[in-house]
């Protein structure tokens, strides 16, 4: 185990206590660029020497040169910072992430080393519930083959026929994971006249919901199964070959957590033999690769993991993470740690 070097709050340099050269400032590690806010790079450098690594034409020489110098690491949901990079900066003292997830984080080396984790909560809540309807609405109702059969001429075809799909409305709404978003996707729910039931890890007493401690029992209930739940190992598969045939061939499955808490091999075959009607996926296990037999099927709904991808949200984001690191730089302590 490597031996952090820990520096006291006090000892970070600050724009107002320490010199402009650049050798005079603590580095900072740059996984990705951020051009979405324009004056992101100056409020980095402004406390920092930043390395923007996906410049370097020899990544590891870089690490080599900078690595034992690192204080502060920036990334995101996409960009991992696993083990074996945290190892690789001994200095290290904050890693602030662009994106709620923190699965691709080693958090617990972090913590064991005394480092200090951010990531940007509440900021997408608003448009990933807002897209988790967007899936739940044109999964239901076939939205994406009705608009393959207006692409395909089908339309102009008297022969051709489309299929009916499936009422939304009225239909029972069940929540994996009564967090910040799953709570925004309960709220959506009021004009669609539905009843709803979540599982989460324990019950909430601020929701007129009802509590089901059983995965299963809520899958066997609900029309509608959708996933807010964290990802990681404690969540790994949790919607396994048992949940989809509690969902049953009525019930739609609708993931906007993580690819890694739907076991993609059982979901495949639920839909192939009809266990299941259909699903609304943003996440995969492997992304970007998606299976090629799901790109074939009617009864789903794929998108790229665009839940969060507005202008508004994306800015809010980078603007939480940027606004971590200037409070690590400037008081020791960020301002949106990861907690569980």
């Known amino acids: 185990m490597i031996t952090p070097k820990p520096t006291p709050p006090e000892a970070i340099p600050t724009e107002a206590t320490s010199p402009k050269s650049a050798s005079s400032k603590p580095s ?27 410049e370097h034409s020899n990544p590891n020489a870089a690490m080599d040169e900078h690595g034992q110098n690192i204080a502060v690491l920036v990334t995101s949901a996409l960009t991992a910072a696993r083990t074996q990079l945290i190892q690789q900066l001994p200095s290290l003292q904050a890693i602030c992430s662009v994106g709620v997830g923190y699965d691709n984080i080693d958090v617990a080396l972090a913590r064991e080393r005394g480092i200090q984790v951010s990531n940007t909560p509440d900021v997408l809540n608003d448009c990933v519930a807002d897209l988790t309807w967007g899936l739940i609405i044109s999964t239901a109702r076939e939205m994406g083959r009705a608009e393959r059969y207006v692409r395909n001429n089908q339309w102009e075809q008297t022969i051709s026929s489309l299929p009916l799909a499936r009422r939304v409305s009225g239909k029972r709404l069940g929540i994996i994971g009564l967090g910040r978003v ?25 929701v007129p919901w009802l509590y089901e401690s059983s995965l299963s029992e809520l899958a066997e209930w609900a029309d509608i199964l959708v996933v807010a739940t964290v990802g990681g190992a404690n969540t790994r598969h949790l919607i396994d070959q048992q949940i989809l045939k509690a969902l049953g061939p009525e019930g739609f499955l609708i993931n906007i957590a ?14 192939q033999n009809g266990v299941i ?64």
């Open 182 to 206: 799953g709570l925004a996707v309960a709220q959506r729910s009021a004009g669609f006249a539905m009843d709803i039931r979540y599982h989460n890890r324990k019950p909430r007493t601020d």
């Open 28 to 54: 900072l590690l740059q996984l990705l660029a951020l051009p979405i806010v324009p004056d992101a790079q100056k409020r980095l450098e402004r406390h920092f020497n930043v390395i923007r690594l996906w």
């Open 258 to 271: 993580r690819g890694s808490v739907v076991d993609q091999k059982a979901l495949i075959e639920a839909l």
């Open 277 to 340: 009607a259909g699903a609304g996926l943003d996440v995969f296990e492997a992304e970007p690769n998606v299976p090629d037999v799901l790109k074939t099927m009617d009864n789903v709904v794929l998108l790229p993991h665009i839940a969060s991808a507005t202008l508004e949200t994306r800015q809010a984001m980078v603007n939480l993470m940027l606004d971590n690191v200037d409070a690590f730089a400037t008081t020791g302590k960020v301002l949106t740690p990861v907690t569980s």
